[in-house]
């Protein structure tokens, strides 16, 4: 047909289309009737993406090109429609799922709207023939068009769109032709795949319409796509029901195993990349033979498999990878191995989590695959083997994950959100752990569903046994042994493990291998050899003390020596209690645990109470009793002693003696862990359970030695403190108190016949007890710093920190760049890898690299140009910046940027118009900086150049000439001085600016001033300059002489440059030429610029980024690869609901006053100014009038925690990759013409740089809202979309749930996809749909969003960021580089994780997140520094790690997802990284940018749930194991870096209690007047050094002096300096013990109940006020009610103590108790926003006051109603045990102390000591709870009704109150001090009294005792809050505590806004 169709342009859908009609009338079903009525039709675009879930998948692209092509033919848009209506009706006929009826009403309307105008418009008779018409017109076109490789985005556009209508008219065409019709409908899928014009592809095209793109192109790609595509040798179609052949050996898995075909396509792509990445890199061989791919395949097959055959190896079974003889067909075999267990793995679903649950699924399968391939036969059914589960639709889904996938829901339901406890369900390792034993393989294959692993709790025994399914008979024959083996493996049963099953009950599992229990007792069982050694160490230091041991020789005298081996006898018992808490916390690990670990507890708590017998008796009887031999010497050193009990030690501590040598020999101990001979297993079962992880991960002796050396300096110097000043100091008073007989106590003693004093000795000594065992934690944050920096040091780090720096190291750069940057030939990195201890000489450039110059100033140049993208520096500063690209690059000649240069050149004509003596001395002087050198040469340069090309006369040139050959020859000669008046420089040099300023403008009518320009030079430098200027006017002469006669008469002089007639002197205005401009410009620079330009980049941002990428340019990374043969990797961001872009709402929101777009102006002002220039426009205003709206919301996004900004920094990585491949494949006239020129105008090289990034980069952001946002009409979805639209290669995957119709059932089932889509032509496209057994957020909500998407991301390598993550262009460029430390091999094992640093740019938004991010910097540099080496304990710290891939997909991925025990799930993938062997190692010299928490609230919450995730990693079985299988000090490392930096801080926190409460029973006891007085005892040192240990953690200074370490290496010790001081000015101090606070709190309650939670923190960029009551809900448990108690404790303690000390004395000592009290009650409001502002007071005051007396109820939230918050307050008691309220209630009962002491002390008793004064103080209490209560009666009864009742009755509850006190005050002689003291008794015994009601809340809930707690709590909350609110509302008063904090918390700008904006608004008013 002549007729041709041009493709139509995409159809621009309004913005309106997420909020399209909905009708509500029910439209008929039965066939379209035309419109009674007709109208001029006016087409509008249908919606097409707002669609109901159920239908969206499959009528979307008909709706879409209905879409596109209704512009030109309508007819075929309202056949498109119409049939998406058929389907829609086809598969929901009654309309039921959600949104349906509404979408096919308004369906049918526009249908019947469209179709008479449409038949009018048609072209052709019948609706057939146009389809036709219009489908082979596209079809032509893609024939015509589709192989061509140079298409243009346009071109490229319109291709795409008419594959796409082809495909969907193709769809229509054969169902509009077919005779079926309902049935085509029916089978569209299958017509669908018949239609091969538009397949969609995530990255290769692998249809028939891919094979011309660039990608389809590389030979590597080829090669993969043919060794999938190798199906010779396979089983015949017919065999699975196919009649079509297998397209390749994917599809023959499909038909063999029922899996998906979204999978399929997935698994395909996936396997085709990894294999093309691997074959690229493997070594080429000389012959000229293609590669086969054999050992690509062989790299694949052993990384995907190392953990398979492991498992085969531990579990004693051989593995059912079985491959043949021939090549070929291992070849064949081996890729169908791999895409098998891709297959299951890509849809396992939530079984990822559980590796070796998918071990066991593929030996299943790989043993069905072997069969079918080799047709063997079956030894059960005598047939060819046949996969079990058949071939059915989603048969593997269904049958194989679905079963499984059920049972960790229905146990993870079984949480109950964290309010059970762990033991009463099994997690992901409880279920996954279970396939660690033989047992296993009783689930057999097929599975069988009656087996206990699918039991999900135990029937009642008085039931029968529930089982869901009968196992199904076997033949019963009798079966070889061969038989029974097979049948064993396949999990089959012998007929009489048959009949034991029959006759069993089904049962509950239970736990495996592990129980979490809530105790602090884990800490001691994971770490059980670390506390062991600090008890014994305590031990035999208090012995040595107490012998008065001064050096460490003493100890060998016999006496000590005897003494202090008594420690081994509390080793017995410490291990007998071990032996105890083993059985006690495996026990509900029971039924899982085998035999031969049961017997080792028995046995080894037998041999532990059998050592605790012998080792007492054997020392008390043979105690200094001794055989000695030459006993002429009197000490142990000369002499040899023993004694029975010496004799039993020894035997005692052979295993630990055997420990040692395997220590010192860690090979041998690995091979012992690792293998599998029956002695190793026996060898290595006693000391630990044989489990499948936490084997082998030894390190090197080299590592081992620099750990251990490590912590012999930390524990060396420990003990000799804790020795010194702890222990030793306390001996004398503790002798001095036990010989003091106490007699009269100021209370009733319960215990008065007790001797020694013991509880007073208990009070001293406790503190300093829990102080020994914190302090190592300080020893380790000391050595940390030291080590941390001189590793620093060693490592380059902070050698460019400045920019004077950076100015005299910048001509080094390019050097260093192209040795780091740039990939090397083989002999340059041969030579590179035999240099020394540096990794390489700066300056030294090989020569074989000609453009190494010109690579160095491109790349330079794109970073300085992304600088300006993202509006940090000017145009201005981009002009000074930039290096210019030239020819003269190639030769050596560089043209340094001008920021070097700046005043170089007049410096140098200052230097040379003064000077005096030679010319060698002023040259070497000016060579001596080497860019005024540069500069003076390139000025030199430029002007010849210029003058070349603008002097164009035959004379002036010749007098240029001769000018310039005099002062070359001047310089020759070296008499430039001599022959040149250098006084006459600055003439010159104005002269020359102004020329070049002319030349620059270039205005015809400027062309006389450039003429005379020139004849000024000419005349200054001849006349004025030149000594012997004559010389150029006689060549003048002599050659006028010569001229013609016409111009005999001619005047040189005044006329030279002059143009005359027709005859040009000068060429002016200068051709327009964009280099020429470019060097004018440049010229221009080099003789202006002044000073100023030597602090370019203003920003200091930028001049960070700078200066920390020249510096790692001479870290040691290892040489970078072509981009071709690096390693692939993918990055992956979570994301739920967070902010993708700031909207224009939000950026001009003022709540608080401060809209985010005034408040970024202030924080970045310029950066601000920086986006309106680029913009061009002046202010904000007009930003709006031109319709820039979009990017001003960029501009605010990107200073933001926002998605947008991390999509930004992560696309940094393609930008790099693509200029890096330029760079690889460029030749020099490429380089110079420029990156963006070329990728502009050669298309082939541009598809070549896309194909090239798109196998090395893939990034996959885990959208899990995107479909629901969608549907909904969420602005978010578009925001999503416009991300993808502007970066192509992005991919979004999210989890669509939907509503499917079911056949045989009423109602709709939600079914559940992971889907993958991208961007094409503006619309969002599906890519992958993979269906899912169910919904996947079973577990943790991120690990479970990564989950989902990790089947979509691909490479090698894994890179997880966080949205609040951001990357630099310049960072991006070391990408490759570090991709290579995989392939280095860190002592014997190569890295599985790749730590890098992190920098934190939300430090300038206020003081608190300046301090936490120096704090965080401090974490990820200094402390990851040394985790990883020499400690070798880094882990994963959800920090953009990036990931050995496929070792991590094929170990259960790059997170665990357990409910609640694993909330912090990042950190669980280092320890599961660690415990499989993996390495981890961290790299300084790659940073990435993260974004952190901003105000008090927000950094609380993120403190409360990291100490939330501590608690839990405590009770987890992965610190368990790596306490108990690293090392003794690997252990130490795991430990202090880990759980214990938290439990110390609690014990610093519990020591101060402690030494408080044992204060107060001295001096409420009368013990202290007593010790005092006849003791003597006074200032104990020990408790001083306790105090101030303490304070040390208390303060910050464990962060502290790491941090400030990290600034003096980074930024000098000055900076360092100035900087603590300016944070301690700013509160630093109370922030950091204000955190110490909420850590201590959430971490130990979380042990003891539970609670542990996701507590979302916002990530808000602007900081606003937060109220009275919400501060006091957030912080009332965790610091307002331990504040007030520490406060209570030390009035009582001042009140009543009697010592010899002064008032000052004791504030010194107890200053760090009174701060932390203090700080604990004021900091939310010293850093709360506005917090001392008058205005918010009032509002507080109205805000608290409605929230306390709320009531509260269901529904109602607790920032609504007081009632509600206390009830979610307890939640964390619902969940405790027995146990755990126990402890709660004792804990409680040290608020009885006050009572119970202080009572014996008021005046009215009259120093009697007698019980029935505690007594008659309870009687007391119960009155005023009487009284109470009665008031609340009164007020129940007669407040409404009987008003004035009431208040008489209140009167005279008052007036008796009052006759009682004056009574008891005249006879019993109450003083007033009596009612002070009163308050302090009672008030402490009230909070006491409802802390255990609340413990006790089950039993008295439904008592009127509980309603009285509540009343109870309710006045002491409503008290507290008075007393905190009191003192704020009376510095609200002072104007200048407002202006005071405002100084110290926000920066200048942000001060300023608080304070004028009460003003503005206040005019806004009067106006």
Known sequence: MSYEIVPADPIDVPSTSYSGRRNSPDHPTSQFTRSLTFREHVPEPFDSERLPATLASEIQRFLRVANLVESEEPRIAYLCRFHAFEIAHYMDRNSTGRGVRQFKTSLLQRLEQDEEATIRRRKEKSDVRELKRVYHAYKEYIIRHGAEFNLDNSQREKLINARRIASVLYEVLKTVTSAAGPQAIAERDSIRAKSEFYVPYNILPLDKGGMHQAIRQLPEINAAVAIVHNIRGLPPPEEFEKNQPYADLFVFLQCAFGFQEGNVANQREHLILLLSNTIIRQPQKQSSAPKTGDEAVDALMKKFFKNYTNWCKFLGRKNNIRLPYVKTEALQYKTLYIGLYLLIWGEAANLRFMPECLCYIFHHMAYELHGILTGAISMITGEKVKPAYGRGHNCFLDKVVTPIYTVIKKEAAKNKNGTTDHSTWRNYDDLNEYFWSQECFEIGWPMRDDHDFFCLESPPRSKPARCRGIFKSLRKTKKTDEEVEDDEEQGVLTEEQKEQKEKKEETWLGKTNFVEIRSFW???????????????????????????????????????????????????????IQAILDIIFTWKARKTMQISEKKKQMVKLGFAVVWTIILPVLYAHSRRKYMCYFTNYKTLLGEWCFSPYMVAVTIYLTGNAIELVLFLVPAISKYIEISNHRICKTLSWWEQPRIYVGRGMQETQVSQFKYTLFWILVLLSKFFFSYAFEIKPLIEPTRMIMNVGVRNYEWHEIFPEVKSNAAAIVAIWSPIILVYFMDTQIWYSVFCTIFGGLYGI????????????????????????????????????????????????????????????????????????????????????????????????????????????????????????????????????????????????????????????????????????????????????????????????????????????????????????????????????????????????????DRQETEEEDFFMRIIEPQLFESYGERKCIHFPLPDSASLNEQLQRFLLLLTVKDTAMDIPENLEARRRICFFATSLFMDMPAAPKVRNMLSFSVMTPHYQEDINFSMKELHSSKSSVSIIFYMKKIFPDEWKNFLERMGCDNLDALKNEGKEEELRKWASFRGQTLGRTVRGMMYYREALKLQAFLDMADDEDILEGYDDVERSNRALAGQLDALADMKFTYVVSCQMFGAQKSSGDPHAQDILDLMIKYPALRVAYVEEREEIVLNKPKPEKVYYSILVKAVNGLDQEVYRIKLPGTPNIGEGKPENQNHAI??????????????????????????????????????????????????????????????????????????????????????????????????????????????????????????????????????????????????????????????????????????????????????????????????????????????????????????????????????????????????????????????????????????????????????????????????????????????????????????????????????????????????????????????????????????????????????????????????????WKDWNKWIKEQGGIGIQQDKSWQSWWNDEQAHLRGSGLGARLLEIFLSLRFFLYQYGLVYHLDITQSNTNIIVYALSWVVIIATFLTVKAVALGRQLFSTRKHLVFRFFKVFIFLSILAIIITLSRICHLSLKDLVVCCLAFLPTGWGLILIAQAVRPKIEDTGLWEFTRVLARAYDYGMGVVLFAPVAILAWLPIISAFQTRFLFNEAFNRRLQIQPILERKKKNR
Not at 931 to 958: F, N, P, T, W
Not at 1453 to 1462: L, P, R
């Open 522 to 576: 884990q800490i001691f069982r994971s770490f059980d050899r670390m506390w062991s050694f600090f008890l014994l160490s305590l031990q035999a230091m208090i012995i040595m003390a107490c012998h008065d041991v001064d050096s460490p020789f003493q100890v060998f005298d016999a006496v000590i020596f005897e003494d202090v081996m008594s420690i081994f006898i509390t080793s017995a018992i410490i291990k007998l």
């Open 1351 to 1740: 089947i979509f991301t691909r490479g090698e390598a894994l890179q997880t960021i966080d949205m609040n993550q951001d990357n630099y262009l310049e960072e991006a460029f070391k990408m490759r580089n570090l991709l290579q430390e995989f392939l280095r091999k860190r002592g014997r094992k190569p890295p599985r994780i790749l730590g890098l640093r992190e920098h934190i740019f939300t430090g300038s938004v206020s003081s608190l997140a300046w301090f936490m991010s120096y704090q965080e910097t401090s974490f990820v540099t200094i402390g990851q520094r040394l985790l990883a080496n020499p400690l070798r304990v880094r882990f994963h710290y959800g920090h953009p790690d990036v990931f050995d891939r496929i070792f991590h997909i094929t170990r259960g991925g790059v997170s665990k997802a357990s409910k609640t025990i694993n909330l912090t799930e990042d950190v669980f993938a280092g320890f599961n990284t660690t415990l499989r062997r993996g390495c981890i190692t961290y790299h300084e010299y790659l940073q990435v940018g993260k974004g952190r928490d901003v105000g008090l609230n927000q950094i609380s919450k993120f403190e409360a749930k990291v100490a939330n995730g501590n608690s839990e990693q405590t009770l987890s079985r992965d610190i368990y194991r790596l306490g108990q299988r690293f090392d003794f000090f690997r252990m130490l490392s795991c430990y202090f870096t880990t759980i214990g930096f938290y439990f110390s801080s609690m014990i610093s926190v519990l020591g101060i209690y402690i030494y408080l409460y044992g204060q107060l029973y001295l001096v409420l006891s009368g013990l202290q007047k007593t010790l005092i007085l006849e003791a003597k005892v006074k200032n104990i040192k020990s408790l001083e050094t306790a105090l101030a240990s303490q304070s040390f953690i208390q303060l910050g200074l464990l962060t502290g002096l790491p941090m400030v370490m990290e600034i003096a290496l980074e930024k000098g010790f000055l900076t360092a300096l100035q900087d603590f001081i300016l944070m301690q000015l700013q509160l630093a101090a109370f922030f950091f013990t204000f955190s110490l606070g909420t850590k201590t709190h959430y971490y130990g309650r979380t042990i003891l109940h539970g609670g542990a939670k996701y507590r979302p923190t916002g990530r808000k960029v602007v900081v606003f006020h937060a109220s009275f009551s919400e501060n006091y809900r957030l912080y009332s448990r965790s610091h307002f009610v331990k504040g007030f108690e520490l406060i209570i404790l030390l009035i009582v303690y001042e009140l009543f103590k009697r010592t010899s000390q002064s008032n000052m004395a004791f504030a010194l000592i107890t200053y760090s108790v009174w701060f932390m009290s203090l700080t604990w009650l004021c900091a939310p409001f010293l850093f709360n926003p506005s917090g001392f502002s008058w205005e918010r007071i009032v509002d507080d």
């Open 794 to 1037: 060693l490592h380059h780090l902070g050698e460019i920190r400045t920019l004077g720096m950076l100015r005299g190291r910048f001509h080094t750069l390019p050097s260093a760049f192209n040795i780091t940057l740039i990939p090397r030939s083989p002999k340059d990195e041969k030579n590179r890898n035999q240099r020394g201890f540096f990794p390489f000489n700066i300056g030294r450039v090989p020569e074989a690299e000609k453009n190494s110059m010109a690579k160095f100033v491109l790349v330079w140049n794109q970073i300085i140009n992304s600088f300006r993208s993202e509006d940090l520096i000017s145009n201005r500063e981009l002009d000074l910046m930039t290096m210019p690209i030239s020819s003269e690059l190639l030769s050596g000649m560089v043209r340094w940027p001008m920021f070097l240069l700046a005043n170089k050149f007049s410096t140098a004509l200052s230097i040379a118009k003064d000077f005096v003596g030679k010319d060698e001395a002023l040259y070497r002087r000016i060579r001596k900086d080497e860019y005024m050198y540069y500069a003076v040469k390139e000025c030199y340069e430029s002007l010849k150049y210029i003058l070349q090309i603008l002097v164009i006369g035959d004379l002036e040139k010749k007098v240029i000439s001769c000018i310039i050959n005099e002062i070359e020859e001047s310089i020759r000669q070296s008499s430039l001085l001599e022959d040149f008046k250098m006084s006459e420089l600055p003439a010159l040099h104005e002269k020359c600016i102004q020329l070049v300023q002319l030349l620059v403008e270039g205005i015809d009518d400027q062309h006389d001033k450039v003429v005379k320009v020139l004849q000024d030079i000419f005349e200054l430098v001849t006349n004025d300059m030149m000594i012997h200027g004559d010389r150029i006017l006689d060549l003048l002469d």
